[in-house]
């Protein structure tokens, strides 16, 4: 049984579900892949959506009863996908944002380019919270694609990477695929989720994506990326180690 920790369900508030039928059937669709616990993440501070916290709640509690009537047995819990932005500390201090299942952990999502000059401040001021960082999907980040370094250098600094199932899978083309993989390979991937959409374009693949996971690092990767899923919904900690920068692994084809 999987928990996903990325998905944009609720009806109306992002570029997700747009309707209540699409969230029951995307719900619906999550059940017969075998996930049994959905983070709802839409989107925050990214210039279109602000969907503060009390927001998120409300639809995630409507949501819930909706799935309950009809004997949908996925639970769905709070959470926001958050744009980094000079707002965001302001944010979280009137409590407009929400951690995934109001854990220690906070769900970030960078610009696809281009990482924000005052990034490690925010980092920094994070940390003094208690709060610990997700990278959401750091494998479509064009800046950690030219130099992977740089994200090893902020998995060094304490922050957890969420990767994509669908890049994994190759649905954002053979370069971003190739630098998920490196980044589970290269043991600074912590989370897989679905980051799923929609039914169409974006439908989540996590299952097939921890099938392919099983089969190119092994049982005990899979097991080890489930268990941190729990972490995150039981806000345990999730124990990590950091490994040297290896530039092969960056230069191995694909499984």
Same mark, same amino acid.
């Given at each position: 049984?999987?928990?996903?920790?990325h998905c944009?369900?609720?009806?109306g508030?992002d570029?997700?579900a747009?309707?209540w039928?699409e969230?029951?059937?995307?719900?619906?669709?999550?059940?017969s892949?075998?996930?049994?616990?959905i983070?709802?993440?839409?989107?925050?501070?990214?210039?279109?959506?602000?969907?503060?916290?009390?927001k998120?709640d409300?639809?995630?509690?409507?949501?819930?009863?909706? +799935?309950?009537?009809?004997?949908?047995?996925?639970?769905?819990?709070s959470g926001?996908?958050?744009?980094?932005?000079?707002?965001?500390l302001l944010?979280?201090d009137?409590?407009?944002?929400r951690?995934l299942?109001?854990?220690?952990?906070?769900l970030l999502?960078?610009p696809?380019?281009?990482?924000?000059?005052?990034?490690?401040?925010?980092l920094y001021?994070?940390r003094?919270l208690?709060?610990?960082?997700?990278?959401?999907h750091?494998e479509r980040q064009?800046?950690?694609?030219?130099n992977?370094?740089?994200?090893?250098s902020?998995?060094? =600094?304490?922050?957890?990477? =969420?990767?994509?199932?669908?890049? +994994?899978? !190759? =649905?954002?083309?053979?370069?971003?695929?190739k630098?998920?993989?490196?980044?589970?390979q290269?043991?600074l991937?912590?989370l897989?989720a679905s980051?799923?959409?929609? +039914?169409?374009?974006?439908?989540?693949?996590?299952?097939?994506?921890?099938?392919?996971i099983e089969k190119v690092q !092994?049982?005990k990767?899979?097991e080890?990326?489930?268990?941190?899923?729990?972490?995150v919904?039981?806000?345990e900690?999730?124990?990590?180690?950091t490994?040297?920068?290896?530039?092969?692994?960056?230069?191995l084809?694909?499984?």
């Amino acid at each position: 049984m999987l928990i996903d920790t990325h998905c944009h369900i609720l009806p109306g508030l992002d570029d997700g579900a747009r309707t209540w039928d699409e969230a029951i059937e995307m719900a619906q669709y999550a059940s017969s892949q075998g996930i049994h616990t959905i983070v709802a993440t839409p989107h925050h501070g990214d210039g279109r959506h602000d969907n503060q916290a009390e927001k998120v709640d409300l639809a995630v509690q409507e949501l819930s009863d909706e +799935l309950e009537k009809r004997h949908i047995f996925v639970r769905i819990l709070s959470g926001q996908e958050v744009r980094v932005s000079k707002g965001l500390l302001l944010d979280l201090d009137a409590k407009r944002i929400r951690t995934l299942n109001h854990s220690q952990y906070i769900l970030l999502e960078l610009p696809p380019t281009g990482i924000p000059n005052y990034f490690d401040e925010v980092l920094y001021e994070l940390r003094v919270l208690g709060l610990t960082v997700i990278l959401a999907h750091p494998e479509r980040q064009l800046d950690f694609i030219a130099n992977p370094r740089l994200l090893h250098s902020y998995v060094e =600094q304490g922050c957890l990477c =969420q990767i994509t199932s669908q890049s +994994l899978m !190759g =649905q954002f083309g053979r370069k971003i695929q190739k630098f998920a993989m490196y980044i589970c390979q290269s043991h600074l991937a912590h989370l897989i989720a679905s980051d799923a959409h929609n +039914l169409a374009s974006r439908r989540s693949n996590l299952a097939e994506a921890f099938s392919y996971i099983e089969k190119v690092q !092994g049982r005990k990767a899979l097991e080890q990326y489930s268990l941190n899923a729990a972490c995150v919904v039981r806000n345990e900690r999730i124990v990590t180690e950091t490994y040297p920068y290896k530039r092969r692994l960056w230069c191995l084809p694909l499984h």
